[in-house]
DNA sequence: TTGTAAGCGTTATCAC
DNA sequence: GTGATAACGCTTACAA
């Protein structure tokens, strides 16, 4: 293993100014700094992660806690992990995953990254000793990183009208909590510019549960109808139930999800809908986490990433 | 935070009698164990892993490298990915994650867990400087842990016979490796032994295809055919091109995918399957990697794990 | 069986 | 701007 001290003997300089040359590069004049730069080079010098976490009293290591239950959203974390572990790759930092919360105290962490926090959790989360970042907006003042919900169901509904589309109906998951709100108010706005009323329905966030309820209200659904669905879950079984009942989509009724990750590609007629960058969240998650931890904690704010619509077989083209 | 001296301290010992408390503790007498451990206890003591890793040479970093097309096998690698971590959480280990094997020489790690491996990478395997552990069958006698496909399929198929379809076919991957082999050869055997001829078609895993080819190849199925697949990926494209042409599930066909992975509850009707038993595959290969590294590179075999049927719509009950 | 001393590779601190 | 020294928390090797 090649050490800091065999880039110094190389370079004929002493380990601090190899070390600085790596944490703090503009303390070292240019000359000595390209020295010590070539002889990593040729030396292949890479650092001991272990040793420089211990001496900066760090850890190298961040917790991702996903608070939901895994068993239904898994194609969806994937993607997000693999962003965060990319982000945290470029910074030799290692992951360690938790599905529950008791097991955050076991072992040592810089900082944690969370997902599926809802409102109640902001109990514990004031407690958290180390810097953290949410993943998904929260109206508590937490740094998070989310996708721009409200302008995504904006362009869906925009979509939607565009397509000439009479009645435009919002299928939505019945949580109270801000991701929703703020899709059905980029649902709300648009349609209000318009000049048409809204119409939203909250369901649990399930295939069948959204099957069901179209199947249940189908007399209510003139033809000429899209459905705007919070999720690519729902939106599928509005699908399977408008097949179901002889609808024929897109002519006479359109479907629109929300989130983009596997399920819409699996479904038939494949989903237009709108699609989170999930792999960029991820990679801005651990970005911001790791700036927090090297600014000590400090706020970072919100981060808003727009989505784009994937225009696919279940709208008119 | 509380370090080995202080706990040292209040236990009235050395700092070497924890550490051995730690990590030998067969070689510390009863007494001053308990007085140790107590000390521990009240104390709240957690090791600081990167002053042990600095010390034992460890970066106590795993690097779990995916070498198939993400896209395709999110929800699979989710459940893996979280038994994986499972294990090393219990010895403080934490995760990289990697896509492509250029990445596996960024960064420092104690070894690998890799996925996806065919037959090709064993060029670049034989290489590798640290231990590793291979998840899927492989026939170059590197150490693996997987589901046992054969007798996974011969579950499958024994299950078709006794539910009395007639013709049974097996619906497989088009791949040259060996988890495909044993599946065929599960089902292969059952067959025999009940003087049936195996019929054996090989697809693209994907769902469209096998959808394609049972639609291509319609006429040559009988009624009371059940169709073994190798994938909950073809079996829902096998579903779904039978329901198109009108046939009845699972009357007159009967459909048993393979994985029981996010895909076989999404589809409907809900399909049967063979389930893998994921989590706990990524737990063992946790388990075999750390032991490995622990007896520095020593061989550890093969691990096969009976996967269990999962009796739901696609057959007859 | 237990304790002492040295060292793992890095960075912070304080001289120069 | 650069270098010597100590320190981070732990384990290995050796001495008692």
Redesign the pocket.
């Known amino acids: 293993?090649?050490?800091?001290?065999?880039?110094?003997k190389e370079a004929?300089?002493?380990?601090?100014?190899?070390?600085?040359v790596?944490?703090?590069p503009e303390?070292?004049?240019k000359?000595?700094?390209s020295l010590v730069e070539k002889a990593m080079k040729t030396l292949h010098?890479?650092?001991?992660?272990?040793?420089?976490a211990?001496?900066?009293?760090r850890t190298n290591v961040v917790k991702f806690i996903i608070l939901e239950n895994i068993d239904t959203t898994e194609p969806y974390y994937m993607n997000l992990l693999f962003g965060i572990t990319q982000g945290l790759n470029r910074h030799q930092y290692a992951l360690q995953l938790l599905t529950s919360v008791d097991e955050i105290t076991k072992g040592n962490a810089d900082g944690y990254i969370i997902t599926g926090a809802r409102s109640s959790d902001s109990e514990w989360l004031d407690k958290l000793d180390k810097p953290f970042v949410l993943f998904g907006e929260n109206r508590y003042g937490y740094d998070y990183v989310d996708t721009d919900n409200k302008i995504g169901e904006q362009i869906a509904t925009q979509y939607a009208l565009n397509k000439n589309y009479q009645s435009i109906i919002f299928i939505g998951i019945n949580e109270k909590e801000a991701f929703e709100y703020s899709r059905e108010a980029g649902y709300i706005n648009t349609l209000q510019s318009h000049n048409k009323v809204p119409k939203i329905f909250r369901l649990p966030n399930h295939s069948h549960s959204a099957q069901h309820f179209i199947d249940e209200h189908w007399k209510e659904f003139a033809h000429n109808t899209c459905f705007i669905c919070a999720s690519d879950r729902l939106a599928t079984g509005v699908v399977r139930a408008i097949i179901a009942k002889g609808g024929e989509i897109p002519k006479d009724f359109g479907v629109i999800g929300f989130d983009g990750i596997f399920l819409d590609q699996v479904s038939h007629p494949k989903l237009t809908t709108v699609k989170q960058p999930i792999i960029k969240l991820g990679e801005l998650l651990s970005d911001m986490l790791l700036q927090k931890i090297s600014q000590s904690g400090a706020q970072q704010g919100e981060l808003l990433i727009e989505p784009t619509l994937i225009k696919r077989d279940t709208t008119r083209n």
């Open positions: 293993m090649v050490t800091l001290s065999d880039v110094a004929n300089v002493s380990k601090m100014t190899v070390s600085r790596i944490n703090h303390q070292v004049t000359e000595l700094r010098y890479s650092p001991n992660s272990a040793a420089r211990l001496a900066k009293n």
